[in-house]
Structure formats: C-alpha cells, structure tokens
C-alpha cells in the first residue's frame, strides 16, 4: 500500500526527517510514537503532500510514486490525513463542505455524484455507527467545535470519504475515554484487507483499543525501533529515552 | 503684519536669511502657502478640522513673533532626575546633560543648512518651510544609550498674542543608539498664539526612540506639528501623546518604516475640555517587508470639545509579513461633545495581518449603576470610568516615576472638570 | 451587429448580443435628446420641465474626481441616450406582442419572460437597453393594490405618487452622475406597497444593455406605504464589447412608518478582459429613505461585474427607531476597480445600523470600501455596527478601507472594525486534503468568508450569487 524509502525532509533549513523507511502493505493497521517534535506531523504532512518542505527519498503508494502529486489527487487517490489540530473554516457549512469533498472524490474515481438526499441518508447512517451528534454537521466547518467535537468529525470525514490509506494524527490527544472509543470503533469498523492505517500517537492508551500490527519509534527523524504490540507497553514503562 | 491671512513676501526679510537661495525657497513656499490659505474642511486631510474656519473664528491677525527673552524663572520637575534643554518659543537657550557622556550628543540651535528642502504640497508645511527661524538639531551618536530621560521644556512666554511661531526640529539617534525624551510643554501666554512646527525624526540602525508628550496645564495655544520619521532597520519608535490642555492641537505623524523588522508604536490619551478641539493624524507606511505598527488612541470629550482621529496604514506591495494594527475609542461625556475619524487602510501585499478598530460612545450606563450602587455620586463614578480608561495607555509607560508624574497630570484634568 | 450569440469567454456567459432593430435617439447630450426622449415616452409637460430643469443643473457641475478609480474622460456627446428596441417602443400589452427575440435573450439570461414558465415566486420587470419590454405577475399583484410597473408607465398612470416621491430622496442636483440620471432616464422599475400589505413575492427587475454606444440610465423607485413589505431583486449583464459602456442609474427608496424594503443586487454587468479593455462602467446612486418610524431599508449587493464600480446605498435614517442595513460583497478580479461603500445617516432617536462588508480583490484589481455614518445631535440612543473584511490574492492587487466615522451624539455608540488578510494557507490544505483542487477549495472559503452577507440574499438568488463567487475569482489562484 505505502513504502517510504529513505525519507529525507527539511523546512525552513531545519533538518526534521533524518532517512526514514516504512512499508505498510494492504490491511495492516501500524502505530507510530515519539516524543513531541520527533517529526510525526511532519511524516502526515509530507505523505499527504503538503506543500513547503524539502525532500529526498521515495515515496510510493500503491506502487505509484507520488512525487510531483499535488494534495488533493493524493486525496483522490484514496490518501486521508486526520488532522492533529483541524483547522476552521468559517461560513462553510460543514455538511456542504463534505458532500462537495465526497463528490469530487467519487468523480476522480469515475463514479457518479451522490446527490443531496443520497448524501445526507449516508451521513446519518455513519454519524449514527459513530454515536455523533448530527448536529454538529450543520455548524460551520469546526468553528467553535470542541477538541473531542473536531476529532470525531475527522473519523466521520474519513468513514464517508471510505479512503484506503489512513492517516491520523495524534487523533487521540485530549480526548476523554468516551470519545477515545467513539474513535477507535470508528476505526475499527473500517479495518478491512485492502485498508491499512497508519495511526500516530503519543500514548500506549489508544493501541488499547485500536490494536495495531506494528508499532515504530520515531526519533528524531528517524525510526529507532520497530516491533510488535509489546514495544508500545515497553515505551509506557521505560519512556523514550530509554528506548534511544 | 498678516491680513486675511496672506502672508507679505516682505516679511521673510526679517528673518536671518542664509543666503538667495534660502530666500528663493522661503519665496516659493510662501507664494504657495499664499495661494492655497489656511486649509479647509474640503481638502482630505482637513476634513473634520477647518482651520480657515477655527482661524478666521479666533484670530483677527496673525504676526510673526520675535520675542525670544532669557528665562530662568521656571520650575525644573523634581520628582525624577533628567536631563534638559530649554526651548522658549521654540529658540533653543540652554542645554544640560550631566547625566550623559557630552562626547556622544550634540545639540545645535536653528540653522537653515540642516533641514532638507523638501517640496511638499501641505501649505502648513509651506508656510513652515517659508518663514521657520527657530527649532533644534539633536543627534546621538552610535553606540549610546542614554542614562536618564531627556525632558525639552518647551516654554511659551506671556506676550504671544496673535503670533505666530514656525520651528524645525530634527532628531537623530544613530546607529545601537537609544533615547528617551519627555516632550513637556509649558504655556504662559494668556493669548492666542499659533505654534507650527515640523519636526523630523531619523533612527538608524538598531536604534530606540521613545517620546512622551504632554501638558501642564490649559492654554490659549493653537498648534499644529508635522512630524516625518523615517526608521531604519531593527528600530523602534514609540510615542505617548498626552497633550491634553490646548485649544486647538493637531499632530499630524507620517511614519516610513523603511528598514526590515523596524517598528512604530504611538499610543495617545487625551481627556478635551471646553472648546478644545484635537486631532491625531497617522500615517504609517510599510514600505519593506517584515515590520509592526500599532496606534492606540483613547479620547475622552467633555463639554463642546471635539476629537477626531484620522489613521492611515499603508502596505507597500512589497511589504509582506507586515503586521499593524489600529484602535481608537472614544467616550463622549458630554451632549455637545463630537468623535469624528476615519482609519483607513491600504494594503497591497497579501500576506500581512492588518486591521484596525474605532468605537465611541458614552460611558456604560452598567458600570456607573454598579458604582453607583457602592454608594458612588454620578460624577465620582465617571469620572472614575474615564480615569481607568486612559490610564490604560499610561500604565504601558515602564518608569515608575515618570507614570507617576504623568498620571498625576493626567488625573488633575480628570478631576478638575 | 451580428449576431454572436456563440459565448467565446468561458469566464462571462452572458457576453452575447442580440441583433433586433433599434430606435436611437440622435447621440449628443442636448435638449433635443430629452425632449425626444420624453416625447418618446409621451411625457406629461411637468416630466419634461423637470428634465430640463436637470439638465441646465448639470451644466453647473462637473464630474467627481475623489473616487480612487480613475478613468478615461468620457464624451457624453458622443453617446446614444435612447435606444429601444423597435417592436417594444409601443409598449406591448401583453406578452405575446413580445418580439419573440427578446423572449429568447431572457430564457438566455435565465429570465423567462413566458407566462407559463415564469420564475416561480418573482414578478420580473425586464428592463432592455432604455426600455421595461415585460413585467410578469401583474395581475396578481393588481388585486392586492401593489403597483409594479415600468416608471414610463407609472409617470402616465400614477403622476400624483410619481411626482410626490421621484426627486426626493435623490434630488435633482445632488451630484454629477444623479443629475445626468434625472435629465436623461430612460426607463426602469416602479414600485408602490399600500398601507399594511406585505408583497406576496419577491418583485425583480433584470437589467440588459444590448445597444453598443449607448448609455443606460434607468431610475427606480419604490415606495413602501406605512406598515407595508416588500422584497425588491434587481439583476444585470451586458454583452461583452471593447468599448466601455456608461450605466448611470438612480434608485429611490421611501418608507414610510412601520414598513420595510429589502432590496438585493447581483450585479453581473461585463467587467471588460483579462487586460481590461472593454466592460461597463457602472456609477450608480442609490439611496432610501426610512422616512417613518420603525421603518427599515436593508441593502444587498453582490458586486462582480463592471469594470469600474462606484456606488454607496446608503440610508437617511429619519423616522425615529428606524434600522438601515447594508450587506455587501464587491469581487474585483483582473483589472476591476471597485470603489463602493454605504453612508448611514443617522437623523432619528433610536436608529440603529449595520454595515457588514466583504471586498475579495485579485489580480490586478483594485477594491475600496468608501463608507460614512453620520449620528446627528438628534439621533439619541441610536447605534452603528460597522464590519468590513478584505482579502486579498496576490500582492499585484489592493485593497483599501476608508470608513468616515462622525459622532455627534454622545448617548449613541458607533463600532467599527476591518481586518485585510490573505486567504489562510491551513485552510486551503485542508480542503486539499479533502480531495478539492485549488480553484474548488478558493471557491469554498471565500463563499464561506462572504456567507453573512450571502446569507441576507433570497434564495433564488444566493444560490446563482454563490456560483458567481466561485466564477469571479477563477484563473485567480496560482
Ligand atoms: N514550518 C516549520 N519551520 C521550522 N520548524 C518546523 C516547522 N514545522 C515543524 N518544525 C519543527 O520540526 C519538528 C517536528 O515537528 P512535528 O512534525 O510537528 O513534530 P511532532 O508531530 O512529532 O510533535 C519540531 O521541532 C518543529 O518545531
Ligand atoms: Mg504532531
């Protein structure tokens, strides 16, 4: 699904990614941990294809090089970053924004535009699975939403846009443990064999509940340790440093 | 002696010329000034003050004055230590800076050679450029911070009566340089007089300028002052106006930041009294990218005292990153009272954070009903209202003692209304 | 003229002409063309007198020059004033009589004039060059006691209401342009709401000019009687042409005690090309009056047409308690210069106002907003609320923000507030992200940055103004 060959990235002159390799093949959920500043954002950013960043390596994605894609054909393609902060948008009502996003997704796979009614009944059957309230959808795009309120319309975006590379970014921080599941089920329910995800966290908390297949240590801008499911309770115990 | 406000051409033969082409000059300014007249509300930058009118309201005639005596009877401040210089009616007489290495400062009265000979199509700066005789050259060296604060007792004598004062000044801080002035104004002329001054200001690199302005006590004076600063990179220019007290008072600042990372502050708090009419005009040009501006300007009118506040922020298109902001607030005390203003922006680069805001009012009915409710008279409450709200500005003055000194002035104009 | 009705610019889909015989007054700027107008129109003596009157006004005044768009000198003796298209110039009684070529350029503008594909919900009165050609719904109108017609129309039928209001809001002498208006007009909308009926629809009037070298000034006027509503549209495109075209129009509007106007623009003229040759000049004067207590006049507009605007709506607010309200989106995109704004003239106690501006500029554009409130010594207790946002796209472009804020009244308060920025870059990844391309995810913002004001429109129009937005601003984003 994804293969990232010695990844080098810099911004601003600042050297953040140090020659980072990962391959996710289809199905597979992998979790990435580091410590703030280690470079996750940054990993999200560039694989959505953000521009502003200087970089060497390679990037594939279902056998496709992705140099030179601009970010929304990565969307496109089936590429979904959840953000780490969500950004508002005022005036745009959120529900419109999502039906106009799904749309142009479905019209670069060559399938046909949903319609209004069409759209909507998808929308409450997912926010529905999800346990979120509607509500939200019919406010401007995460203005004045609350953390929890602007997570969880991530993982709604990502289950209506059906993606096939997921990323989420820190998608669990400030969250209580209500929300905590309402975003692991959501995840959960997509797992699927041609879906993989690539989940960023800071806590062990969340591979609780979303139980991943592998689990890599990111520090500074590079992968340090890769494992299993154990790594993550080893670093909840000894810390990062200790990993290093 | 000048009737209708026409000035003669012989009067510039009164003035110490330099030489033909000083007169030449003084001539042409003078022939503009006589065209065009005192400004009136029909041109833009005049248009909520029309001095043809306050002038023709006020003066039957205008002089040029020529007393400059020797003063040696005025107060000295006592509550901080300072350096000075003395101006009467705008003549430099002494200077005194024993706090500071006199290497590093040089102070100069009027001399024509000094001022640029700018072409300018405003005829107050005209009639400045024609018939200015008076004014001070300050320059600070590189590489000095002053100690103490720098007072410029700027003294008007008791027999001004229907003249007229043009001055130039310049400042100049160089390079890593840093000063710190106090602008302090004392009026004793119990008639009507007209102070025009232009004023220039020039900081270098990396060098600081902060200027308080401010009054003591009320005064017949009419003034007028336009001040051109240009800022060169990394500097910082910072000015309180605190000139409550005049008759009529317009302070027209034009700012060119010129250099990268170069910043403008002018902050003002003015309580207006009486007939008093003020104006603060602005202009600050973003001419290079990555430089702060920031206009505060808080009024308080009382009686039939007029205000207005006209603030311009030009954004060249070059000038990214550029990040200004304006606000003015106002509160009308008084049924006669007037706020007029007008902040304009124009802003041709994209990537800048500009915006400004402008509000005037009267004092929050809640507010007063809640001091009022703590036993409070109608007037303790506003007045203590309007205190808080200019003490504002004044509590971002950094000396102790100086913020002292300036809200006790501060506080006298408050209270005595 | 040809007949082009092959759209060969992507960006202006109203850009064709259509070939239909005219009837032209001389060009030239003289008594002779007012009086051939008024004649043409079979104008009462006093119609005329007040003509001329104008005109020997507009002799004494000279064109303003304190807008920021500058623009070429216009020859006014080298323009038509009258242009009609000759079957209409006897007024048709009823659509049938139609040149069916003027049905067809409507249903072409999305204005079908038919009776039996009317727009639902909106009685439209189109306006063709200098002359109404159709007014829809009359009838329906007539049994209320609403008068919707062509002024030409109301200045024969209803003189008394004509003479009573015309002039009095915007009277004779006021400016340049207002005068020209007065002593040339040609045609336009009338409106009058009787006492305590609310307009069952929304009233339209869609604006055409056809005829090259031919100015058009068309006068409105809507009067809305006490205790009364109405909701007034007005449209407009133009050919696409390499000449500028003059549009000077006048709007009055009177409300008299407890009743309230509503009147939204979408204004679509031609704005010239991507070098900016061509497109209409567009310098009209629009004012009402809340002449009675709690009365309220509230504009719309949606400015993305013309090459150069220059118009202020303003309100005389006189009635006490009375509200004016101006709602304003200006797009200007190449070359466009817009120069628009609003006065608010606070005279009443307890008047209230809000001014909520949005000016998106790009290219090489230019975009002002020009505004003044007024709170007299009477206005006690009243209240202004200004809000005027920019952005800008490029830095070849500008905007310029030039409020003029008088208090006179120390018991009112008076808020303003402006911000210029660019459209934030997070924002436009995320709709990236989302899958939108560029000119989708531009679109987006800027509706959702003009939405307070989109959201005032009437909803068959908000949804074409927010098709306009993401039209105006194409080829604008690199
Ligand atoms: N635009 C930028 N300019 C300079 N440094 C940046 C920029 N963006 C991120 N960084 C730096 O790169 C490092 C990695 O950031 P990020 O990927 O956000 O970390 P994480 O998500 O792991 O906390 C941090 O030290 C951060 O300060
Ligand atoms: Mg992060």
Not at chain 2, 85 to 106: C, M, P, W
Not at chain 2, 332 to 337: K, Q, R, T, V, Y
Not at chain 3, 243 to 253: F, G, K, P, R
């Amino acid at each position: 699904m994804l293969e990232i060959i010695n990844l080098k990235a810099s911004i601003n002159k600042r050297d953040i990614l140090n020659g980072l390799n990962l391959k996710i093949n289809p199905g597979e959920v992998h979790a990435i941990m580091g410590p703030n500043g280690s470079g996750k954002s940054t990993l999200a950013n560039i694989l959505s294809g953000k521009n502003g960043y200087k970089i060497t390596g390679d990037l594939k994605y279902k056998g496709e090089n992705l140099k030179d894609i601009p970010v929304e054909q990565r969307a496109q393609k089936g590429i979904f970053l959840a953000f780490q902060y969500p950004i508002e948008i005022p005036g745009v009502n959120t529900n419109n924004f999502l039906k106009t996003s799904l749309n142009t997704i479905r019209k670069a796979k060559g399938e046909k535009e949903i319609d209004t009614l069409a759209f909507l009944k998808l929308v409450k059957e997912k926010a529905k699975e999800l346990g979120i309230d509607e509500k939200i959808l019919s406010r401007q795009l995460n203005v004045g939403f609350s953390g929890g309120e602007k997570k969880k319309n991530e993982i709604l975006q990502m289950k209506i846009l059906d993606p096939n590379l997921v990323i989420l970014d820190e998608t669990d921080s400030g969250l209580d443990i209500d929300a905590l599941k309402t975003i692991a089920d959501g995840v959960n329910s997509s797992r699927s064999k041609d879906k993989s995800f690539l989940v960023i966290t800071h806590y062990q908390r969340l591979l609780d509940y979303i139980k991943p297949d592998f689990v890599h240590v990111l520090s500074s801008g590079k992968i340090v340790k890769s494992g299993s499911r154990e790594l993550a309770l080893e670093l909840e115990k000894k810390g990062y440093k200790k990993i290093n | 002696m000048i009737e209708n406000f026409k000035i003669s051409l012989k009067e510039i033969d009164k003035i110490n010329l330099i030489n033909q082409e000083d007169k030449n000059y003084r001539i042409k300014n003078l022939e503009f000034f006589n065209k065009k007249g005192f400004p009136t509300k029909k041109e833009e930058d005049w248009k909520f003050s029309d001095l043809r009118e306050i002038f023709s309201k006020n003066f039957k005639k205008i002089d040029i004055n020529d007393t400059y005596p020797e003063e040696n009877k005025f107060r000295l401040i006592k509550e901080f230590d300072h350096n000075y210089i003395l101006l009467i009616n705008g003549r430099l007489i002494r200077s005194d800076f024993k706090f500071e290495d006199k290497n590093k400062i040089k102070i100069t009265g009027y001399k024509e050679e000094n001022f640029l000979r700018e072409k300018s199509n405003n005829p107050l700066i005209c009639l400045n450029n024609a018939l200015s005789n008076e004014g001070y050259n300050l320059v600070v060296e590189k590489d000095y911070k002053f100690e103490k604060v720098l007072v410029i007792y700027n003294l008007f004598n008791e027999d001004l009566s229907e003249k007229i004062l043009n001055n130039k000044n310049k400042i100049i801080v160089k390079k890593n340089s840093e000063l710190h002035t106090i602008e302090y104004t004392i009026n004793r002329s119990k008639n009507k007089f007209f102070n025009n001054t232009y004023e220039n200001i020039i900081l270098y690199e990396n060098a600081k300028f902060k200027n308080i302005c401010i009054q003591a006590g009320r005064s017949e004076g009419y003034f007028h002052k336009f001040l051109n600063g240009s800022i060169k990179s990394d500097s910082k220019y910072s000015s309180f106006i605190f000139s409550s007290g005049l008759k009529f008072n317009k302070q027209d600042i034009k700012i060119d930041l010129e250099g990268k990372n170069s910043d403008c502050e002018i902050k003002s708090a003015l309580f207006l009294n009486k007939e008093d009419h003020q104006e603060i005009k602005t202009v600050v040009n973003h001419l290079v990218p990555n430089c702060k501006s920031f206009q505060k300007i808080k009024s308080v009118l009382d009686s039939n005292a007029k205000g207005v506040y006209q603030g311009k922020i030009f954004v060249k298109d070059i000038a990214q990153k550029t990040n200004a902001y304006q606000l003015s607030k106002a509160l009308l005390i008084s049924e006669n009272s007037e706020f007029d203003s007008k902040p304009e922006l124009e802003i041709y680069a994209d990537d800048v954070k500009c915006s400004h805001g402008s509000t005037s009012g009267n004092v929050d009915e809640n507010s007063i009903h809640y001091l009022m409710t703590r036993g409070l008279t109608k007037k303790e409450a506003t007045q203590l209202l309007i205190n808080g709200f200019l003490k504002e500005i004044i509590s971002d003055i950094k000396s102790e003692t100086i913020k002292k000194f300036v809200e006790n002035k501060l506080e006298f104009q408050v209270y005595g209304y | 003229m040809n007949n082009q009705d092959i759209n060969t610019n992507q960006e202006y889909k109203y850009g064709f002409t259509t070939d239909i015989e005219n009837i032209r007054a001389p060009k030239g700027l003289n008594e002779n063309t007012i009086k051939f107008i008024s004649k043409m129109k079979k104008e009462p003596q006093w119609m005329l007198d007040w003509r001329l009157k104008a005109y020997n006004r507009l002799k004494n005044l000279t064109e303003p020059n304190w807008q920021k768009p500058k623009y070429p000198k216009i020859d006014y003796q080298n323009l038509y004033y009258y242009s009609a298209p000759k079957s209409a110039a006897e007024k048709p009684k009823s659509l049938d009589e139609v040149d069916p070529k003027l049905i067809e350029t409507y249903k072409k503008l999305g204005i079908p004039l038919n009776e039996q594909k009317r727009l639902s919900g909106v009685a439209v009165d189109a306006v063709f060059d200098s002359v109404s050609v159709a007014t829809t719904y009359k009838e329906e109108l007539t049994k209320k006691g609403i008068i919707f017609c062509s002024i030409s129309e109301a200045i024969q039928k209803h003189p008394d209401l004509v003479k009573k209001y015309l002039g009095s809001v915007i009277p004779l002498t006021d400016h340049y342009f207002a005068t020209l208006n007065s002593a040339v007009f040609t045609d336009g909308s009338f409106v009058y709401i009787p006492p305590k009926v609310r307009c069952p629809m929304e009233l339209s009037t869609y604006f055409r000019i056809n005829a090259s070298e031919t100015g058009q000034f068309e006068r409105t006027l809507i009067i809305a009687d006490k205790g009364s509503y109405v909701s007034y549209l007005e449209g407009c495109t133009a050919p696409m042409r390499d000449e500028n075209q003059l549009h000077a129009a006048n709007v009055e509007l009177v409300a008299l005690d407890d009743a309230e106007i509503k009147y939204s623009t979408v204004q679509n003229w031609y704005p010239g090309d991507k070098d900016g040759v061509g497109g209409i000049y567009n310098f009209v004067t629009k004012r009402g009056a809340c002449r009675g207590k709690n009365s309220k006049i509230s504009w719309t507009q949606v400015e993305t047409g013309s090459a150069i605007t220059w118009k202020y709506p303003s309100c005389i607010l006189q009635g006490d308690n009375s509200v004016g309200e101006f709602y304003s989106i200006a797009i200007t995109n190449n070359h466009q210069k817009a120069d628009t704004g609003t006065k608010m003239i606070h005279l009443g106690k307890n008047t209230k106002s809000k001014i909520i501006s949005k000016g998106i500029s790009a290219g090489q554009a230019d975009n002002t907003y020009r505004g003044l409130v007024d709170i007299g010594k009477k206005a006690l207790n009243s209240r202004n609320y200004t809000q005027c946002d920019s952005l800008l796209m490029g830095n070849k472009c500008g905007a310029h923000t030039v409020p003029y804020i008088k208090n006179k009244n120390s018991s009112s308060t008076v808020e303003h507030e402006a911000t210029t920025s660019k459209i934030n870059e997070e924002q436009l990844y995320y709709c990236n992200q989302r899958g939108l391309n560029q000119e989708e995810a531009v679109s987006l913002i800027v509706n959702g940055f003009c939405k307070e004001v989109l959201q005032q429109l009437p909803m068959e129009f908000a949804v074409e103004a927010q098709k306009l937005v993401g039209i105006s601003l194409e080829g604008s984003v690199g």
